[in-house]
């Protein structure tokens, strides 16, 4: 299914020198640099640099997304693709470290067929203000879509949902914001994505990370082979969609995932781990 995917993206490239710091892009709506986006950018693994910035964000006015990197535009073809490869039926997806993106409220506007999208952030004031927007968001293309927010961490992800979960994990820049702090809990965080995924399932990760380093730190974390694309070229950054699928089920099994353990909630209800 996620090779499926990635032949539709452009070839690898070498990512081209940009606005980084440390070895991460920067959002173009962080220009120009202040003291709180400074704060946040040197403790991206740290929760309360997170919860500060959504905090303020929140005071800013109207919540609006904020995306990482880019939003659901750039990436809605390779997602499409990725989802008409599913087995019939609504798709189970869950958003880890979904901050206030519009990644996970679009999927579930926009996609034709059915959706079930649970976003999970461990910053309060960002798992708030996405509820806000789905309470004020028009409803979703197909009337069996639902979506809802968890509070919670990523690296601890099978204290809230039990193993084989979902059809696909996406990750947009999480785990570049959980390396910054610890490659263990990073690795952590893999191995729990793929511990959530039903077989035949796939974790794709957007990044702009070097494959030369990324490739081989997902093919340690999570013990699948791993492929790789390129996304977006943007102010002269490039991005990449990694991904690594759970081994396929034999024709003996299922290829559904199992329900999840915690009980449905309504569209916008919040649920912490
Ligand atoms: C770089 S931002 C990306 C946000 C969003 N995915 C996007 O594309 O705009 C990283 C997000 O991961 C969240 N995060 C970092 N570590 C986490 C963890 N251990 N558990 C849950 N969320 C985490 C942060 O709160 C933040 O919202």
């Not at 990512?15 to 173009?28: C, D, F, K, T, Y």
């Not at 120009?32 to 910035?53: E, G, I, K, N």
């Not at 309470?135 to 193993?163: I, K, M, Q």
């Not at 995924?197 to 013990?223: K, M, N």
């Amino acid at each position: 299914m996620a090779a499926t995917a990635l032949a539709k993206v452009s070839r690898l490239k070498k990512p081209s020198v940009g606005q980084r710091i440390r070895g991460q892009a920067v959002p173009a709506s962080f220009a120009p640099f202040s003291a709180w986006t400074d704060d946040l950018l040197q403790h991206m693994d740290q929760r309360d640099a997170w919860d500060r910035f959504y905090a303020r964000r929140g005071r800013a006015g109207t919540p609006c997304p904020f995306d990482w990197f880019f939003g659901y535009k750039e990436i809605s073809a390779l997602l499409g693709s990725i989802l008409r490869g599913l087995p019939h039926g609504r798709a189970r997806i869950l958003d880890v470290g979904c901050g206030t993106s519009s990644l996970g409220l679009e999927l579930y506007r926009h996609s034709p067929s059915p959706v079930h999208v649970s976003c999970l952030d461990f910053s309060s004031p960002a798992v708030e203000c996405l509820a806000r927007l789905l309470r004020d968001s028009p409803p979703p293309c197909h009337p069996l879509s639902e979506l809802d927010c968890h509070l919670g961490d990523a690296t601890e992800l099978s204290r809230c949902f039990a193993p084989g979960s979902f059809h696909l994990v996406l990750d947009k820049g999480t785990c570049d914001s959980v390396l910054r702090g610890s490659p263990l809990r990073a690795k952590r965080l893999v191995a729990e994505c793929l511990q959530v995924l039903s077989p035949g399932g796939c974790l794709l990760q957007i990044s702009d990370e070097d494959p030369d380093a990324r490739v081989p730190f997902l093919e340690t974390a999570g013990g699948a082979p791993v492929s790789v694309g390129e996304v977006a070229h943007l102010n002269g950054i490039s991005y990449y969609a990694y991904t690594l699928s759970r081994r396929a089920p034999d024709a003996s099994e299922v290829a559904r995932p199992t329900e999840p353990a915690f009980e449905s909630h309504r569209p916008g209800a919040l649920s912490e781990i």
